[in-house]
């Protein structure tokens, strides 16, 4: 469903199917993210503050979360990726749309209802030193939790802090030391679990591993797997890297400009993209075997990213596309299943990428003078 900012439906749609749903599976929706729109307001003036303009950080996007998968988010920084993340943990109050949690819209939850809410989904950060209190012992920090909601005190609450630092593999004899007593990954174990403690359904996690070497890398995304299977969590994994989210996905939503590009089930989508700026963001992809990096050809786009203060019209990618027409100018494409993709796979294109294209030496058939209505369509 599309609506603009206001809420109101837009007339164009996104038709049946038309959200970077669930995989086969898995369970009930656990999440669904329905129409949002997240703007930041720009304002300027000393005295009487005047909006001049809005960042559109979020700009209409539909998905679901399934109970006990893993869906990862993509994108080039600024795509809104954070923003998204923070609208669905409650930390950012939607400009549009509905986010419901269990069928419950958290939009217009109250604040009891809130504060349950925020039981049930946790985040964890990039940053393991910035969310931690430098000031704090390890102990107060992953205690936190139970402090705010009232729960366990004394000798149980140190009890139960113990335990969680065993399950994240901590020492839990460090109770009293404090963050810099720790090693990055350490550290992040400590961001997880304190996560862990309220025992959520969905943990969002933002570039939960960007922060650290490589080595530490794989052991706390090996943790969050194990935590996962063990615990039945569902996560929301954003990250920079490629291979790491794939490793780690069931599913995969691409975002580009504040909007879901593509979506579906990881395998799908890494060896078949049919979004242009999926294929691209793979060929960019550092790819580990020297053969297979010596055939792939990388897509190269031209220009930067357009401001998220005036996106482009109709398909937001097209200034940037090696395969726009002037289609794509004017109208803004549906997130849709495709012809002959699988109804879990949506790409919000009007030109998919076929297989076996290649898009290297493409180039965008933008007619010249671009704004006359009736130039030629490229044909589907
Ligand atoms: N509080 C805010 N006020 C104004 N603009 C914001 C705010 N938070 C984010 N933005 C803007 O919204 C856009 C999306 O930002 P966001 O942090 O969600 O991107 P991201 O995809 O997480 O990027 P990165 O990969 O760098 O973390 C950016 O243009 C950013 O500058
Ligand atoms: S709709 Fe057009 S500009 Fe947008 S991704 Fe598809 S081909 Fe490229
Ligand atoms: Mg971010």
């Known amino acids: 469903m599309n609506r603009d900012a206001s809420g109101q439906r837009d007339g164009t749609g996104t038709g049946s199917g ?3 749903s669930g995989g086969a599976g898995h369970g009930e929706v656990l999440v669904s993210v329905d129409a949002v729109y997240k703007h930041f307001p720009i304002k300027q003036g000393i005295v009487f503050k005047k909006e001049i303009g809005r960042v ?3 700009d209409g996007v539909d998905l679901e979360v399934r109970r006990g998968e893993t869906l990862g988010i993509v994108g080039e920084s600024g795509c809104g990726k954070s923003t998204l993340a923070r609208c669905i943990t409650g930390l950012h109050q939607v400009t549009a749309g509905r986010i419901l949690f269990e069928g419950d819209d958290i939009t217009r939850l109250g604040k009891a209802g809130l504060k349950a809410f925020r039981r049930d989904v946790q985040m964890i950060f990039q940053d393991p030193y910035g969310s931690l209190n430098p000031r704090r012992r390890v102990g107060s920090i992953i205690g936190d939790p139970f402090a705010v909601h009232s729960i366990a005190g004394g000798a149980e609450r140190k009890r139960r802090v113990q335990e969680l630092m065993e399950l994240v593999g901590l020492n839990p004899e460090h109770y009293n030391r404090f963050p810099a007593e720790f090693s990055g990954g350490q550290r992040q174990r400590i961001g997880v679990a ?10 969002v996690c933002d570039e939960p591993v960007s922060a650290l070497d490589v080595s530490i890398q794989a052991q706390v995304i090996n943790l969050l797997k194990d935590l996962q299977d063990e615990l039945g969590l569902t996560y929301v994994f954003i990250a920079h890297d490629l291979s790491v989210v794939r490793y780690v996905s069931d599913r995969v939503a691409v975002m ?3 909007k879901v590009g593509e979506a579906a089930e990881a395998e799908t989508l ?3 993209p049919r979004h242009p700026y999926t294929a691209a963001l793979l060929s960019a992809a550092s790819i580990a075997d020297p053969d297979e990096a010596e055939r792939a050809e990388r897509i190269v ?3 930067d990213v357009p401001s998220p203060i005036d996106p482009p019209s109709g398909c937001r990618f097209h200034p940037r596309c090696p395969k ?6 004017r109208e803004d494409p549906p997130l849709v299943p495709r012809e002959g993709d699988p109804p879990d796979h949506v790409t919000a294109c009007h030109f998919p990428v ?3 294209e290649r898009l290297a030496h493409k180039h965008a058939a933008i007619a010249q003078v671009s704004t006359q209505p009736e130039l030629p369509e490229a044909e589907e």
């Open 194 to 203: 304190r996560a862990l403690a309220l025992k959520p359904k969905l943990i």
């Open 354 to 356: 076929e297989p076996g």
């Open 301 to 303: 786009l031209t220009g």
């Open 18 to 20: 038309g959200s970077a």
């Open 270 to 272: 890494y060896v078949r």
């Open 56 to 58: 559109h950080a979020v």
């Open 324 to 329: 726009a027409a002037d289609r794509c100018i």
């Open 256 to 258: 580009y400009l504040g």
